[in-house]
């Protein structure tokens, strides 16, 4: 990605470098097929102000320098057109808003509507534990309920389903994670390839059970704890083997 590095301990991060990997990230989105035409939108936090693609521009088109800006604190969900009379923010910002507030933490946000993740969505509650892989995620990852698109219900439910994970499903829409490292950067590639794990997930999930008269055999909890145990224990947190 970027050759600079991340400044001195403590900097805020250069905001023009967090601008061109949001548009990096948002087109990856589309090449790697975790979104099909402006069908996601991806965020970046530096300081109290986050980053997000515009609505209904198509990625190739992203300007890094006119993506719209919102304030974290102090000010309404919706901020309406960009300082500069630019582009909309996406319809999900108060998604975006929501997740940073209640995860401070959080330095990125990817959502997409990926279509093995959106398919699992409409089918459980929970996406069955088919792989440890999900450790990585937290644990066993949960499935918001549905809600309307662009909604602050939308953003509660989500929120709350992200409890004590990285990443979840909304109910016939698609999925969510988020990074946290503290580079904005470095979190967005996180978030990036939480997601694709996460859809790798459901796509096993939708491939075992689908072998007729047979049904994939799950992880216990207690196995899924063990392997958040064993990742704490080993390099970078939330790096699966
Ligand atoms: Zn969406």
């Known amino acids: 990605m970027e050759e600079r590095t991340e400044g001195p301990a403590g900097a805020e991060p250069d905001p023009a470098r967090v601008r061109r990997a949001v548009v990096e990230v948002a087109r990856r989105t589309v090449a790697d097929g975790l979104v099909v035409g402006t069908s996601g939108n991806v965020s970046a936090r530096v300081g109290d102000t986050i980053v997000i693609t515009p609505s209904g521009v198509p990625y ?22 960009g300082e500069s009379g630019g582009p909309v923010p996406s319809s999900e910002l108060p998604l975006h808003l929501a997740v940073y507030r209640a995860r401070p933490e959080a330095r990125a946000v990817v959502h997409t509507h990926a279509v093995h993740a959106t398919a699992v969505s409409t089918l459980v509650e929970e996406v069955p534990a088919v792989h440890y892989a999900c450790a990585a995620l937290g644990g066993p990852i949960r499935v918001a309920p549905y809600a309307t698109y662009g909604t602050e219900r939308l953003a509660l439910v989500t929120v709350e389903a992200l409890r ?35 859809e790798w997930m459901c796509r096993v999930w939708l491939a075992a059970s689908s072998v007729p008269g047979r049904a994939p055999a799950l992880l216990p909890g207690a196995e899924i704890d063990r392997v958040i145990e064993r990742l704490r224990g080993y390099g970078q947190p939330g790096d699966a083997a």
């Open 60 to 81: 190739e088109r992203l300007d890094p320098a006119a993506l719209p800006t919102a304030a974290l604190t102090g000010r309404p969900a919706h901020e309406g057109p």
């Open 164 to 198: 004590d994970r990285t990443a979840c499903l909304l109910a016939n829409h698609g999925t969510i994670a988020l990074g946290e490292e503290r580079d904005p950067v470095r979190a967005l590639e996180r978030a990036l390839e939480r997601t694709a794990q996460l």
